[in-house]
């Protein structure tokens, strides 16, 4: 079977598939309504491109993108000599992809921008955030970590939008005590207290979560030592001392919190997600900190916590394919990895298939703030996905329906293995009834 007429059949298997979205920064119905940045520049390159830009030069990027005293013309002629060099990156790609499905239009320059900016207000009314990511996106639901603790019901699409409960602070050591508290209304005055106050955070919001995430791989290093009580209660009375915190102090308390996290999590029956490999922005990668190598004491001292390891761990993504096929409680997500580098993604999906189980990967998370740009990345995902899974069949290592079958398990059936998605609707249903 020639190879267009395999991309053909698998390409529309997938795109009648509903994805699941395993992770957003996706801001609320009320930020895109009224985000300032109704402009289509900022629309269209305000998400990962923008570190692109500047590692091809335009360092003020930023600056032009936002600059209200400069028209469109104006700005798009600053910025446009960096695109023509970063287009074919995977973030370029995704761009591309939001431009033609969102806008209409193949290429991207001063008169098509124009025509798209004169588009721009039919989007920014209440309902089309949802109908750009459940019909055009065709997502089956979206798991969105805003940062924070609340997993409360979104108004706006209360089946369809759910939320992870934060624990980066708490993993960095650099708890919000006094916000716990208003949350709990446990008064945090040890380290016994401080457990109580977590495990009221877990009542209040594990319910109606789907997940628990975490990002501290930005600021301390992946690796987890197991922490005495004493050794943290040391630190943590320091910290309510408000005295300065060594750094080793504040990988004690992290340490101590994040297990807690784990357990909690194992407790309620929710996953934990963890951020590896690649930063996004510009200037500030500690590569030794983001390996997924450096989550096994971890992983191995809570067997009974499923861990969902996001971003591929890239660069270093092939300990984490020998981690998914070791550890029967890990689970490896393609969530950003695609834009971040869609050949390295691809080969990551082949190679996984001939290595691990297929019911330990997930497919697609955009890791965006606006519904415009998960839009053009789950576009970029369903058609690497079918290149990944057609040069399977056309090399002989799986036929057709094995394909789809893989198709159908990654994109959507896994995760609904995972994450308890029906269990987290119902609770979301019975907290919004009156």
Known sequence: MATHVIEEDLGAHIAEIRLVDTHEHMGKEEYWLNDASADILCDTF?????AD???AGCSDFDAVLRDADASLAERWAKIEPAWQNIRLTGYGEAVSDLFITIYGHEEIDLATLEDAQAGMP????????????????????IQTDDFCWPCLPDASGPDFFLYDLGWCSICNGDPHLRAMTD?????VKDLASYGEAMQGLFAKYGPCAIAVKSQHAYSRPLDW???EDSEAEAVLQKLMREEPLTVDERLCLGDWGWARGVELAGQHNLPFKIHTGYYAGNGSMVMSRIPSQNLCDLIIAYPGT??????????YSDELIAMTKHFPNVYADL????????LHSMDFVRKFIHAAPVNKLFAFGGDTFRPTSAVGYAAQTRRWLTRALAAEVSDGYLSMSQAKQVASKIMHDNQYECFDIEGTRSAIALAGEP
């Open 46 to 50: 305000e998400n990962y491109v923008a």
């Open 53 to 55: 830009f500047v590692s």
């Open 122 to 141: 039919d989007l920014k009314k209440p309902g089309e955030r949802y109908r750009l990511l459940h019909e055009v996106a065709h997502l089956d639901h």
């Open 183 to 187: 949350e709990t209304g446990v008064e």
């Open 225 to 227: 030592q197991a922490r």
């Open 306 to 315: 499923r861990f969902v390891l996001m971003h591929i761990a890239y660069p």
């Open 335 to 342: 969530c950003w990895a695609w834009s971040i580098n869609p």
